[in-house]
Each structure stands twice: as structure tokens, then as C-alpha cells.
């Protein structure tokens, strides 16, 4: 069973403007780390922003918040304000508490496109 | 400081070929993880490396492929014999402590034909 589910192959979204990339998870532990990486075309992997899944609130680093819903086990990353930069492949990812190596198990992306 | 450097950036090999790919971790980062990205699917965990011992090699595909990391520090990632499916992009990652964040290198764009 897909544990990280992005269902956005691709998304588009003009500049200025918020966008939200969805992303679901399966997991029957109580304690686990969400995570989102973007990749721009260069090719490195960037961290951008971190939700555990005992925090009370929603994570936020500057113009990226992640929408964590833990009822529904959805943990969507929110773009504020788009900037042309931004235009990338986004992943989401978990990490499950039992998992004592801290390996990281990722969705299947989206491409993320802004345009002018 | 030095991110996580890998070499090469893009390797083309016939099938059957060898390829080692090299994965440079920040300097005193304990942990280090191949990954692998097959065309449009979700990054795979490959392995994990604490220092020089191999923690979790749950998701190596088969016995062709061997990783090392001799003396704890950089690592490499060895294809022999490669097949066309070993396409894709290999990531290095590497955390100073096992459960932080990971920093993840360029990748290796690796083409089989």
C-alpha cells in the first residue's frame, strides 16, 4: 500500500498567488515526522519544511505552512505569495517513529509550475 | 561548509557495464542514505550507513548492487552488471544524528541503454 500519496502529477499557478500541494500518508503509528523537499532543475534535494505529528500547530518557515490535518492524515504544503523560483518538483515525505534508521519514505511528486 | 557532493552528475553505460557512483557527505555527518528515483515514481530508500556499518540495506534491489563506505566517510554505490532498469536518479543523503533532517546531494542521473 502507497504510504506517501501525492495526487498532483502537475500543478500550475500563477505568480503572486497561493498554491496548495496535497499530499496523504498511511501510517498506523502514533509518532511520526512529515516532511517536504523541493527539487529544482539543478537537481539537489532542499529541505523546506517539518511537521511532527505531535505538534499542535501547523508548521510554518516564511512563505511555506503545511496544513496537517491528522484526522484525516493529509499534510498539504501551502505556498504563499508564488515567486517564479518556486517552480519545481515537490516532494512529501514520512518518517515513522519505529523506524529507528530515520529512513524516509516519499511521495511521487509534483511538478510545480509558476507562471508570469 | 560543503553540502553533499556526488560524482558523477550524469553517467551513460551500456548494459552490462559497470558504474560506481560517489556520494561525499558533510563532513561529521554519522548517517548516510542512497536513494534511487526511477522515471516518474517516488524516490526509494536503497540503504542507510552509520559510519562505516550498514544500518538498513532493506531496500537495495539485488545483489548486483554494492555500496561501501569504507572508513565512515564518503560512500560509494556499485552496479554490476547494470541492466536497463537501473535507470534513474541515485541521491546521497546524509544527518548529522539518526532522525534529523536529511541533506540530499544533486543526484546522479544514471542511463542504462
Not at chain 1, 501510517?27 to 527539487?39: A, M, N, R
Not at chain 1, 484526522?71 to 504544503?77: E, F, G, I, V
Not at chain 1, 517564479?84 to 509550475?113: P, V, W
Amino acid at each position: 500500500a502507497q504510504k506517501i500519496t501525492q495526487t498532483q502529477p502537475g500543478m500550475f499557478v500563477q505568480e503572486k498567488e497561493a498554491v496548495t500541494l496535497d499530499c496523504t500518508y498511511d501510517t498506523s503509528d502514533q509518532s511520526y515526522g512529515l516532511f517536504w523537499y523541493k527539487q529544482p532543475s539543478s537537481g539537489e534535494m532542499i529541505f523546506l519544511i517539518y511537521q511532527g505529528s505531535y505538534d499542535e500547530q501547523n508548521a510554518t518557515e516564511g512563505r511555506y505552512s503545511l496544513n496537517f490535518q491528522k484526522a484525516r492524515k493529509s499534510a498539504n504544503l501551502v505556498i504563499s505569495a508564488s515567486q517564479l523560483g518556486d517552480s519545481a518538483m515537490y516532494f512529501c515525505a514520512m518518517r515513522e517513529a519505529f523506524n529507528q534508521g530515520g529512513k524516509l519514505i516519499f511521495g511521487q511528486g509534483t511538478e510545480l509550475s509558476v507562471k508570469p | 561548509e560543503a553540502g553533499v557532493t556526488q560524482f558523477p552528475s550524469h553517467s551513460v553505460i551500456e548494459k552490462g557495464q559497470t558504474v560506481t557512483l560517489r556520494c561525499d557527505p558533510i563532513s561529521g555527518h554519522d548517517n548516510l542514505y542512497w536513494y534511487r528515483r526511477v522515471m516518474g515514481k517516488e524516490i526509494k530508500f536503497l540503504l542507510h550507513f552509520v559510519k562505516e556499518s550498514k544500518q538498513d540495506e532493506s531496500g537495495m534491489p539485488n545483489n548486483r548492487f554494492l555500496a561501501e563506505r569504507t572508513g565512515g566517510t564518503y560512500s560509494t554505490l556499485k552496479v554490476q552488471p547494470a541492466e536497463l532498469e537501473d535507470s534513474g536518479v541515485y541521491f546521497c543523503a546524509s544527518s548529522q544524528q539518526t532522525g534529523e533532517k536529511l541533506f540530499f546531494g544533486s543526484g546522479t542521473q544514471l542511463s542504462v541503454l
